[in-house]
């Protein structure tokens, strides 16, 4: 008979629970530390009582109920659900194996007993009482005769017990207080498939309602939408991470720190094949344990009353229109610029975006002063009071939060943007300038001293807490709280010396693109500098978009001793054999070879430089990608530096016939140019559509009127959706 048991990836709680205890079992064999560190992992579990199945909660009016919730198939150990009616209780009995006993709903009370000189079983101590989330521990060695009952007299009481063996195989005995035992074997309430309903499905699905909920309590939790970005800026939820079913290996660990975090998967490809499902499998065996399917995929969220938002970092672009909307933020006219800048007024026009894109295009006299470094230059750049400063990006987000910025912290200075950024510029008919290189200049130390106060007071203001080193480390290593470490200063800066475990976010780009880099909504965000001006102000924002944020104090310049940036990163289901640039060239060179080259970088960099005569390849659409190129008998599979490639040689195997040979280029396409051989610029050989990246209406210089106008309009529309889909937490000082 085969009992009906909860699926594991069912219930992602218990999942974890035992994946936790078959990590200590594996590692422990001594009986104290087993009991002392399952306490711990037992009572986390405890923490959540919405886990348990219901079958697997049911009273029963005659008697309790054990409910087998699992068994590990070295019979090491097994997890079981008591559930007591009121008054329940159990004789006198004992368990021969260790075990740790918890309450997840009720109470319950236990009485120890011990053999006297006559021999009878007599009460050896006072009783206990079990509260809901308390564990209390068992075995031969430290007692393991009592009798248990619930302490409710009028409703149901469920503990969990967790035993050193499996308890339903184990001989145990009944007492009777005058001495007579009675030997036996526990028996499990549970159906047996035969009567229970259809297996459960490999993953739960969360529906729309349940994930609302979560997100309106703040609690944490990770949407993915697996699809290439492309599709993605079409429509999405308002906190939804893009992270592509091709890139998950490359970015989980890093975006999603803790294995636990709950996380919620959807998305299909454009010909309608199921992404969330390969996606899904692919991070449960990364580690993580509470993997679900969004229910209905992005239709049933649009279906159950979902607000869909289009485009990229919605979540920073929709506040900046709030900010805008609450505050007034002031703004001047693309016209308006340009008569000052050609009166020779006095005027600084600083440009709020990184320093590539403020390369790419600027307004005329602009100078590159990337979001966080507004406050901490700006008194540099204008000492005089008087001087007009104008803050300008690409859009509106940038240029709204940087001119709000300098306002916030009481800049001097008549501040204002640059209403609707470059495009604006742009749609009025003014030209741009390509290739300006004006970079911000060094602060004086009084001026950092004076924008490191008034930056405090702002985040204060805004409720940034303060943390100090040795509580950062705790919140790090801490299992049942994600928390990111961003240092906010320049990407130069951050290269040159950083703290260990801080990862490079400057403070600009962590606002307008939060969802990238914190992809888990509700955790938590710990901020640093080493002037404390960037860290605060960023942080001011990141607490008015309902994130919790700290900025760390006390770190000394011996803290930021970090040279390199370790980015752990998990190994390939299958491995290939490397080739160097040698000997590829030496096989592209020989036509019989029949060698084919694929290439996962992303289709911009394919396009801006590849090896002649690669495809470009999209793991995503893989055997779409494979059909489109030259049919190999070698397929050498290279990217920009060879780190994605390598996850593409199982799927690629399983594509191709076993005689064929699939090796990876060693260094991948940097290798390939440091052995001195060219790379070609072309779009040509594209095995898939260019999807990956969302063209932005407001990048480049040859974007379409009517393009860059719809996007203005969609902004302007970004805070009435926000209305309507009431999950922000967004709160304007």
Known sequence: MTLSLPSLA???????????????LATHADETTVLQQGQVLLENLLKKDDW????????????????????????????VSFVWGPGQSTPIHDHTVWGLVGVLRGAELAQPFAKNAQGQWVASGPQTRIEAGHVEAVSPTIGDVHRVWNALADKPSISIHVYGANIGKVSRHVFLEDGTEKTFISGYSNATLADAAQPAPEFAERPFADIRQTLLNREEIAILDVREEDPFAQAHPLFAANMPLGRIELEAWSRIPRRNTPIVVYGDSPTGDDLALPAARMLRRLGYTHVTLLAGGLQGWHNAGGELFRDVNVPSKSFGELVESKRHTPSLSAKQVKALIEANADLVVMDARRFDEY??????????????????????LAPNPATRIVVNCAGRTRSIIGTQSLINAGIPNPVTALRNGTIGWTLAGQELVQGANQRFPEVTEENRQKAAAIAQSVAIRAGVKRVLMDELRTWLADNTRTTYFFDVRTPEEFSAGHIASARSAPGGQLVQETDHQAAVRGARLVLCDTDGVRANMSASWLAQMGWEVAVLQGAAPEDFNQRMLKTPRPEPLETAPYATPEQLKAWLADRNSHTVVLDFSTSAQFVKG????????LRSQLAESVKRAYKGNRYVLTCTDGSLSRYAVAELKALVKPSVEILLLQ???????????????????????????????????????????????WEFGLVEQLGRDGTHHFNVL
Do not use: C
């Open 610 to 617: 590849h090896i002649h005569s690669a495809w470009w390849a």
């Open 10 to 24: 069912h219930t992602p709680d218990l999942q974890s629970f035992v994946s936790q205890m078959k990590a200590l």
């Open 52 to 79: 348990l199945p219901d079958e697997f909660a049911q009273p029963n009016p005659e008697r309790y109920q054990q409910y087998l919730l699992y068994a590990d198939p070295d019979d090491r150990f097994s997890v």
């Open 667 to 713: 260094g991948g396409n940097q290798a390939w140019g440091y052995a001195g051989n060219k790379l070609q610029v072309s779009e040509h050989q594209l095995g898939a559509e260019r999807i990956d990246r969302y063209r932005r209406p407001y990048e480049g210089t040859d974007n379409p009127v009517a393009a860059m106008q719809g996007y203005l309009d």
């Open 359 to 380: 390369q790419t295009m600027s307004i005329p006299t602009g100078i590159s002063v990337p979001g966080a470094e507004l406050v901490l230059r700006a008194r540099t």
